[in-house]
Every structure is written in structure tokens, then in C-alpha cells.
């Protein structure tokens, strides 16, 4: 009797060392790098330095902007309203549009070989135009919702709105790579309207007024950009909803910043707090 015990016993706790060493197993974080060093990374913050301020067109659900040769292309959302723009800096004049059709709602854009490439957001394609006509020429499936798109290092880099963003080959539009967006061990969330400047994803994150600074490579955010002191700025702050719209002019340094439906574009520079 006495050996039936023991070995009961023996039994008992032979199973709970198996699901003790089989939950250390499971519950192993798996991070992009590890929790030592994530943790000990000091996320940067950042407020815009205002260089100049310009005319936006108010009526404008700015999805996607890009600066190019001089001049910004904007992507307008909206169903029945969604458009894509080429539009004059300094004044905010539409200098050519083409819009899209009612079913389609426009979203984020990018720039590759003398064509626009833009997102829809439900309607699961991309539309590829002619940079100097605006005229559609071509079109592909996509996967997800669209929401923010980039060119960089042979790919296109994509947002869904999810915690996650997905590289695409930009000759077929398969998937090459997926990354997860975090904050230490937290998830980000709304990564929204992107753009890449030296290594570093700028995107906005939707429903806020902040740009977060990601790692491109590893997902990890490396900075936090607080642009809710443009909001003050705006003659129009009632009907203004939240901030979208970053493009990046290599010649002088500095960002173009605006918002869906914004009375207004700033052009800024980025200074550590």
C-alpha cells in the first residue's frame, strides 16, 4: 500500500514538472530582440518646429501625401469624393486630379519608376497611374484594407490598421514580409498614413495626433512625435478631424504635415523634446 502511495505521488509530480516546463516553454516571449534590451531602449519624443505654413484644401480627407520634383500628390478619401492630386505647395492649388470611381475609397500612396501607386481602403486593389498624366493604367489585388503605403528596399511597405506591417513584392503584390509594430512589449496599433526618411517608418497612428518613429527592420518604435500644438493653428478646428498626411522634401530637410480636412500644411522640422 505503502509503494502505491509513493508511487502516486511520484506520478503527481512527475506531471506537474512536465506542465511547469511545458508552460515556460509556451509563455516564452519570442521578441524581435530581447526583453533586456528592449526594455533599457529609451523611446525619444519629439514636437514639430514650424518652418512655414500654407493653404490646404479644407474639403480634402487627406489619406496619403507624397512630395515629388517640387510638388505634393495627395490621395483623398471618402467614398464618392476619393481623388488623387497633384497639387502646388505654397498655395494649396489642385494643379491635376483624377478621381476615383464611387465604389472605391482612396488611401495611402507611393511613388515608384514615374508611377503612383494608391491603396484603396475596402475595395482590396491597388490603382497604378502615370505620374505625369494622373491617368490609371494599371491595376492589382490586394489583400487586406489599405490604409498607409511606402516604397523602400525593392518593396512596398503597407498598413492595415492592425499592429502589423506587410511587405509586398511591387511587381506582383505578394506577400514577402510581415512585422510586428512595438512599443517595448506592447502592440501599436493604427499605424496609418507612412512615410521612410534615413532608415526610420514616420507614420501617423489614427484617432491621435501623434507620428510614431519606427524601425523598419525590427518593428521597434524609436521615437514619438507629439504634433498636437498644429491643431491650434488651424482656422477650422471644429470640422478638422485627426491629423494625416506626412510627406518628406529631401532638398530642404523638412516634413509636410496635414490633416483630414485641414484648413492648412505645415512645414516643420522635427526637435527632440
Not at 525619444?44 to 500654407?54: R, S
Amino acid at each position: 500500500m505503502q509503494s502505491k502511495i509513493k508511487y502516486s505521488f511520484l506520478l503527481v509530480a512527475l506531471i506537474l514538472l512536465s506542465f511547469s516546463c511545458e508552460s515556460k516553454q509556451t509563455d516564452k516571449p519570442k521578441p524581435i530582440v530581447s526583453d533586456n534590451k528592449q526594455n533599457s531602449m529609451q523611446i525619444k519624443e519629439y514636437i514639430p518646429k514650424i518652418v512655414n505654413k500654407f493653404p490646404h484644401d479644407a474639403d480634402a480627407y487627406t489619406q496619403g501625401l507624397k512630395f515629388y520634383n517640387g510638388y505634393l500628390y495627395e490621395s483623398t478619401g471618402q467614398y464618392g469624393k476619393s481623388s488623387l492630386r497633384k497639387v502646388e505647395i505654397k498655395t494649396g492649388k489642385i494643379l491635376q486630379s483624377t478621381k476615383l470611381p464611387i465604389t472605391q475609397f482612396g488611401e495611402g500612396i507611393a511613388i515608384k519608376d514615374n508611377q503612383i501607386y494608391q491603396l484603396t481602403w475596402e475595395n482590396k486593389v491597388v490603382l497604378v497611374y502615370d505620374l505625369t498624366t494622373l491617368k490609371q493604367i494599371n491595376q492589382f489585388n490586394f489583400p487586406t484594407e489599405g490604409w498607409g503605403l511606402e516604397y523602400f528596399n525593392n518593396s512596398f511597405v503597407a498598413s492595415d490598421g492592425s499592429n502589423f506591417l506587410n511587405y509586398y513584392n511591387p511587381e506582383t503584390f505578394s506577400v514577402l514580409n510581415v512585422l510586428m509594430v512595438k512599443n517595448r512589449n506592447q502592440s501599436v496599433y493604427n499605424i496609418n498614413e507612412m512615410e521612410i526618411v534615413d532608415n526610420t517608418i514616420y507614420a501617423n497612428i489614427y484617432m491621435s495626433e501623434s507620428i510614431v518613429m519606427i524601425n523598419p527592420q525590427t518593428g521597434i518604435l524609436e521615437g514619438i512625435i507629439d504634433i498636437s500644438s498644429l491643431r491650434e493653428l488651424l482656422t477650422n478646428q471644429d470640422e478638422a478631424e485627426v491629423a494625416n498626411g506626412i510627406a518628406y522634401n529631401p532638398e530642404s530637410k523638412t516634413f509636410y504635415l496635414t490633416g483630414k480636412y485641414w484648413s492648412h500644411l505645415f512645414e516643420v522640422e522635427f526637435i527632440e523634446k
